[in-house]
T-cell receptor, first 115, second 113 residues
Framework: AQTVTQSQPEMSVQEAETVTLSCTYD???????LFWYKQPPSRQMILVIR??????QNATENRFSVNFQKAAKSFSLKISDSQLGDTAMYFC????????????FGKGTKLTVNP | DTGVSQNPRHKITKRGQNVTFRCDPI?????LYWYRQTLGQGPEFLTY????????KSRLLSDRFSAERPKGSFSTLEIQRTEQGDSAMYLC???????????FGNGTRLTVT
């Protein structure tokens, strides 16, 4: 079974600074997709960024970027110029393949952006 | 795109009662997922439909849980003889095709007293 490890239960960052959230996962598949989702307090889960494992180039979405290390099975999220609205739980989630397609979530990292 | 809709938003029930939740996915999405999330944890997969076919069911889903998607559109999740351990947020998500991101609803928060 796939496992996802987010080793930082909580992090904090000052507004306008940069923060990196870590994620490692275990999979036997070669082609797969990875996602970071954000869940603000009492609000719904929304997609932050997506990475295709067959692409060597790291995905970027405005202030959000990833550092994808396929061999190490590492998928970290970098948030630049942090904003107060970035305060949320962040979940790393690989998408399983091979007949069973579902997201497997880590336990999450609670990020607080301080003014 | 009106988003994934879940009803009710909150449900309080007494132990032993049956409850049913509804999820309306984004209209053109043929994949529909149910997850359960407890406080401070990531969502745990419960079950997954492609159109009306239930393709996978987690072993977390005991015999008291049943999900349906009769016409490949909305889905219901029923919990029979609720227990206090069933208290959680139940999330529904849908996706368009293989490898597409999941779009989540606001969830139904269940409290079993």
């Amino acid at each position: 079974a796939q496992t996802v490890t987010q080793s930082q239960p909580e992090m904090s960052v000052q507004e306008a600074e940069t923060v990196t959230l870590s994620c490692t996962y275990d999979t036997s598949e070669n082609n797969y997709y990875l996602f970071w989702y954000k869940q603000p307090p009492s609000r719904q889960m929304i997609l932050v960024i997506r990475q295709e494992a067959y692409k060597q180039q790291n995905a970027t979405e405005n202030r959000f970027s990833v550092n994808f290390q396929k061999a190490a099975k590492s998928f970290s999220l970098k948030i630049s110029d942090s904003q107060l609205g970035d305060t949320a739980m962040y979940f790393c989630a690989p998408l399983t393949q091979g007949g069973s397609e579902k997201l497997v979530f880590g336990k999450g990292t609670k990020l607080t952006v301080n003014p | 795109d009106t988003g994934v809709s879940q009803n009710p938003r909150h449900k309080i029930t007494k132990r032993g009662q049956n409850v049913t939740f509804r999820c309306d996915p984004i209209s053109e999405h043929n994949r529909l997922y149910w997850y359960r999330q407890t406080l401070g944890q990531g969502p745990e997969f419960l079950t997954y439909f492609q159109n009306e076919a239930q393709l996978e069911k987690s072993r977390l889903l005991s015999d008291r849980f049943s999900a349906e998607r009769p016409k490949g559109s909305f889905s219901t999740l029923e919990i029979q003889r609720t227990e206090q351990g069933d208290s959680a947020m139940y999330l529904c998500a849908s996706s368009l095709r293989t490898n597409s991101p999941l779009h989540f609803g606001n969830g139904t928060r269940l409290t079993v007293t």
